[in-house]
């Protein structure tokens, strides 16, 4: 199915569903299923019936705030998508629209008021123009959405579309129970614990930011006056030098104070569809300036790479404190390779699945037991007072938010490679 395909002739036609209502009734989930193929199978009757070019079903995840793909087809290419998140608060409206409304038929969606926010982040990159969404109900409760993603011109959806994208929504509902309770929730259990962690840690974050909020006040008030102390007409050396040692603490203080205050935080950011190769070429320059002279820098991508749903400056920050923990681990200078590539990994149904890895590797001290169990902890580092002991948390942290994760892979005196896997949402950009 070409990317410009229009509707089939007979599309929108009551008649024209019967045979697709007819497969989807018999679609079954025995006690050999597996998830995945019912899904897939479903997805393609669904892109066939209604000629669409990407089909996706999405989870709600972490009490509601977010929806989780579990799977997306890319029909022309055959290409399966998972793991990528929306969260909420980046896109309240949408979000909205799925307690309120049975289908969100939206001809238009770069413009309409359900979609419209989807509009720069996720719809213009891909190209769709059009979205036919219907809610997955089980319980009576929403518990996800399944996604009809037109690409080409804008298209009119009918009666009898919208009424049928319902049926396949509640086929999957219909699926979803069918199939073994606990093999169904798999899936998402690792992540729904691993963000119950990430809220226990913001929680302390929130609690520490508070105290860092009023502590930083403090700290401001001690540095003016430790500046007026300096400018003392004739003041000994010796007391000048001192002097700006306390300046020099303080602005450490005030540093850490505020890398707490921003891990207590959880403000909407603006996930967009991006490109990694891209993402990177930008950071380049600023990586190499960090690193200096004595650290040699390679950035290598091994063909082509997909593309992944992700705030840009969160992706920065994240490649940011990778790279800094790596030069910190070379005193001595050494090698900083950066890898990225398209990689088939286990998830978490024991599926295999395509993710975008990134390598960040150094020639680095290494780390020893203790501290690789201990890395991804708040406020523990082995830098003694230059270290706030949460550049890993909040690389963590960014990585979660975006349906991935983070791997260490370090042994003392053979260096660190810190592994992470981001969700795909499309193919390499071309």
């Given amino acids: 199915m070409s990317a410009d395909t229009q509707q089939g002739e007979g599309s929108g036609s009551p008649a024209s ?52 793909c579990r799977y997306l087809l890319q029909f022309s290419s055959q ?93 999957i509902a219909r699926v979803y129970g069918e199939y073994e309770h606990r093999h169904a929730e798999t899936a998402l259990e690792n992540y729904q614990m691993h963000l119950m962690e990430l809220h226990r840690m913001e929680a302390l974050g929130r609690m520490a930011a508070g105290v860092a909020h009023d502590f930083r006040g403090i700290v401001s008030i001690a540095l003016g006056f430790t500046e007026l102390i300096r400018r003392i007409p004739n003041l000994a050396p010796q007391a000048d030098h001192y002097a700006q040692r306390v300046i ?34 930008k950071c380049s320059h600023m990586f190499r300036v960090l690193l200096g002279a004595g650290i040699r820098l390679r950035v290598r991508s091994s063909g082509s790479v997909s593309r992944v749903f992700m705030d840009a400056s969160q992706f920065e920050r994240m490649m940011l404190n990778l790279v800094i923990n790596a030069r910190d681990a070379m005193p001595s200078g050494g090698d900083l390779d950066i890898d990225y590539q398209d990689a088939i990994i286990g998830d978490e149904d024991d599926e295999r699945a395509t993710y975008v890895a990134i390598y960040v590797r150094d020639s680095g001290v290494g780390m020893d037991e203790m501290t690789r169990l201990n890395a991804f902890k708040p406020f523990f580092t082995t830098k003694g007072d230059r270290g706030t002991g949460l550049g890993l948390v909040i690389v963590d942290q960014i990585v979660a938010r975006a349906g991935g994760r983070v791997k260490i892979d370090s042994e003392v005196g053979r260096g660190t490679t810190l592994q992470v896997y981001l969700p795909r949402i499309a193919g390499a950009a071309r």
């Fill in 248 to 281: 020099e603490a303080l602005q450490r203080g005030q540093n850490l104070t505020q890398e707490i205050m921003n891990f207590g935080k959880d403000d909407p950011v603006s996930p967009r569809v991006l490109d990694i190769g891209a993402a990177l070429s």
């Fill in 79 to 171: 290409q399966v998508f998972q793991g990528a998140v929306l969260r909420a608060q980046d896109f309240p409206n949408y979000f909205q629209a799925l307690q309120q409304q049975r289908t969100i038929a939206a001809d238009d969606a770069l413009g309409a008021m359900t979609t419209g926010e989807l509009r720069t982040a996720y719809l213009e990159p891909l190209g769709i123009t059009s979205l036919l969404d219907a809610p997955i109900y089980v319980g009576g409760k929403v518990a996800g959405v399944v996604c009809h993603e037109h690409i080409g011109a804008p298209r009119t959806w009918s009666e009898a579309e919208s009424d049928f994208a319902a049926t396949i929504a509640d086929t």
């Fill in 17 to 68: 569903f019967e045979a697709e209502r007819m497969q989807l009734a018999r679609l079954h989930a025995s006690p050999a299923s597996r998830l995945r193929d019912l899904w897939l199978q479903l997805s393609e009757i669904a892109a066939r019936a209604l000629n669409v070019e990407r089909v996706g079903v999405w989870i709600l995840a972490d009490e509601d705030r977010a929806l989780r």
